[in-house]
């Protein structure tokens, strides 16, 4: 296996897109959607970390309304954000950045100075380490196997119950069990005004890459990063058997 001890200021991202004590729930989605980011760092005023808000926070804030799918709700960050967001310092080595986004099951950790976020490492991040290692590991070894389906006619409501209740970050939208796109927690929050009867295959992701079991992880995370998508679905005569994504390239790094 591939060392993975250089520091994290070699792949983190930087500026960190943050959002301030008191700004709403609102303007996190916003910025969300504008920046195409999935958390956001919550500093104060003089710009120290205070925690991490999420999709996946404001999906469990949501409030269900008649004739809309749910609605965000105008409150402030610090109600639903998460405290302490998970940090380590520039010197730490990726390998350790990777290791505690396991332990903690979460998809980035910030980067930080004096608490200030100088930069933040997502498992996109972890990804692209993968790809410049050419690991040649089969993607079927981290793979897995807990696939979560929804029908392309089913509707959003359903499948967004379903994104909670499996606590998952996406779900596999099929037709006659053949995959044809991914409905994630941006699909929802982009959803959220429509009805909720309007069936999934009008909302859903149709950005979806299909592999191998035997596509080696190098190969397969420059696929991903080449195509924009976070997770790979592994494909063979049985149909879709296993999904790779963020936290399971961190597993193949620690």
């Known amino acids: 296996m591939a060392n ?4 994290v200021t070699e792949y983190m991202t930087s500026p960190v897109e943050t959002i301030r004590i008191g700004d709403s729930l609102v303007a996190a989605n916003a910025l969300f959607s504008n920046q195409g980011v999935s958390a956001l760092a919550v500093v104060d005023d003089t710009g120290q970390l205070k925690g991490v808000v999420s999709r996946t926070d404001i999906l469990h804030a949501a409030v269900f309304t ?5 609605r965000v709700p ?3 960050v ?18 350790e950045a990777a290791k505690l986004m396991l332990k903690e099951h979460v998809h980035r950790v910030f980067v930080t100075s004096g608490g200030k976020p100088e930069g933040v490492v997502s498992t996109r991040d972890l990804m692209r380490a993968v790809h410049d290692k050419r690991l040649k590991t089969p993607i079927s070894e981290i793979a897995s196997g807990s696939v979560v389906k929804v029908r392309a006619d089913e509707p959003i409501a359903l499948a967004v119950d379903r994104l909670d209740l499996a606590n998952k970050h996406g779900l596999v939208v099929v037709e006659e069990d053949f995959p044809i796109g991914i409905f994630d927690q941006a699909c929802a929050l982009d959803s959220r005004r429509l009805p909720p009867s309007t069936a999934v295959e009008h909302t859903m992701n149709v950005r979806i890459l299909i592999l191998p079991a035997g596509m080696g992880l190098g190969r397969a995370a420059e696929q991903a990063l080449g195509m924009n998508v976070r997770r790979i679905l592994i494909e063979d005569d049985r149909g879709v058997t296993g999904i790779v994504g963020g936290l399971d390239f961190a597993r193949a790094m620690s």
Do not use: I, N, W
């Not at 610090?78 to 390998?95: C, D, F, I, N, R």
């Open 78 to 95: 610090e109600e639903v954000m998460k405290s302490p967001a998970l940090q380590v310092s520039p010197e730490a080595g990726l390998a």
């Open 74 to 76: 105008d409150r402030p």
């Open 66 to 70: 008649h004739g809309e799918t749910f």
């Open 4 to 7: 993975f001890e250089m520091p």
